[in-house]
């Protein structure tokens, strides 16, 4: 088998898992960042249910004035009351005092609206409480397994790569450059299997002399339509192998 070829054959495969692991590589802080998210959003819940319940029992505290405000307006009516001096100022104070206690009692609604809403509430923040500690957990997790599996990648990638270098190193540079210059226009796939008289990326025929000729793997075809590096995966122990 042509020397050249067979690292060629070997090159492409190389080139292929060194692009499958930068994928891999260049995804690790996308998946992390969405590990921040999700962690952030969890967070976020619990914020938001203390920060509702704390906008709750202020406002608690507002009816709860204002119904003291109104006690204290009502109790002074009442002692004013003892000194009036004709019915009209007997009634409108009276009417004073019956207006503050109707006023009291929308503003008990309102705290009992607000006590009743309160376990909801309560409620709420215990849901988002256990969210985050579950997220907590698995996002602690999944960080550990995508840090491992980003090292491994690294490591993985990383060999590739030398071998990319070695095998790179002991092609012909006329050949190496035809392989660049085809790998670079084709999506990275420089070389392609010849079978059944076709060339199996581009499906495109060939001569049947053409065929059986690269049949041989012991030359260096091009496909005549993409211009890919044709071989024979069935015939790689050809008798004319030289490598």
Excluded: W
């Excluded at 080139?15 to 952030?40: G, H, M, N």
């Excluded at 499906?203 to 071989?231: G, W």
């Amino acid at each position: 088998m042509n020397a050249d070829l067979k690292k060629l054959i070997r090159l492409q495969e190389v080139d292929l898992s060194v692009e499958e692991y930068r994928t891999k590589i260049e995804a690790f802080p996308v998946k992390s960042k969405a590990l921040d998210v999700k962690l952030a959003s969890a967070l976020q819940g619990v914020l938001l249910a203390k920060k509702a319940i704390e906008a709750s029992q202020s406002k608690h505290k507002e009816h709860e004035a204002k119904v003291s405000d109104l006690e204290a307006k009502i109790s002074k009516h009442r002692e004013q009351l003892m000194s009036v001096k004709t019915n009209t100022e007997y009634k409108a104070m009276t009417k004073e005092i019956e207006f503050s206690q109707e006023a009291i009692s929308k503003q008990e609604d309102h705290i009992l609206a607000i006590m009743e809403q309160a376990d909801e509430l309560a409620g709420i923040l215990k849901s988002a409480e256990a969210t985050l500690t579950e997220d907590e957990s698995m996002v602690l997790a999944e960080r550990s397994k995508l840090s491992e599996e980003n090292v491994k990648d690294l490591e993985t990638h990383a060999a590739y790569v030398d071998e990319r270098n070695q095998l790179s190193g002991g092609i012909d540079e006329a050949v190496f450059a035809r392989y660049e210059r085809v790998r670079n226009a084709r999506g990275g796939v420089a070389l392609a299997r010849a079978a059944d008289e076709m060339c199996t990326v581009c499906n495109v025929k060939m001569r049947p002399q053409r065929f059986q000729e690269v049949r041989q793997n012991d030359q260096i075809f091009s496909c005549e339509s993409c211009s890919r590096i044709l071989y024979d995966p069935e015939n790689m122990d050809h008798p004319f192998e030289v490598a």
